[in-house]
């Protein structure tokens, strides 16, 4: 079994700054690409930043200069450092990896969410 836990949401004020973490566990053999997803009600999930395993990384465009993703290899860890937050970034923010178990190829995995919440 592979679980993806995020971390770091919360509450803050406009221009403020958060830091998300997921951490990736279980039968992993593999990690491959892992991204941030997030979706504001009524709108679809959208994708905000994506990250290879050689540490090449891809942003939307709203978030350009904002945000930044990173990844800890050996902790099996993403992270999304977000900066100059608007209230437009409100939104549930799901971790997605593409990852390899010991028995099996590779899957897409999704965390549970975490909640980002930014005040005006």
């Known amino acids: 079994q592979v679980q993806l836990v995020e971390s770091g949401g919360g509450l803050v004020q406009a221009g403020g700054s958060l830091r998300l973490s997921c951490v990736a566990s279980g039968s992993i053999f593999r990690i491959g690409a892992m991204g941030w997803y997030r979706q504001a009600p009524g709108k679809q999930r959208e994708l905000v930043a994506v990250?290879?395993?050689?540490?090449?990384?891809n942003y939307a465009d709203s978030v350009k200069g904002r945000f930044t993703i990173s990844r800890d290899n050996a902790k099996k860890t993403v992270y999304l450092q977000m900066n100059s937050l608007k209230p437009e970034d409100t939104a549930v923010y799901y971790c997605?990896?593409?990852?390899?178990?010991?028995?099996?190829?590779?899957?897409?995995?999704w965390g549970q969410g975490t909640q980002v919440t930014v005040s005006s």
């Open positions: 990250i290879s395993s050689g540490g090449s990384s």
């Open positions: 997605n990896g593409e990852i390899g178990r010991v028995v099996g190829g590779f899957s897409s995995y």
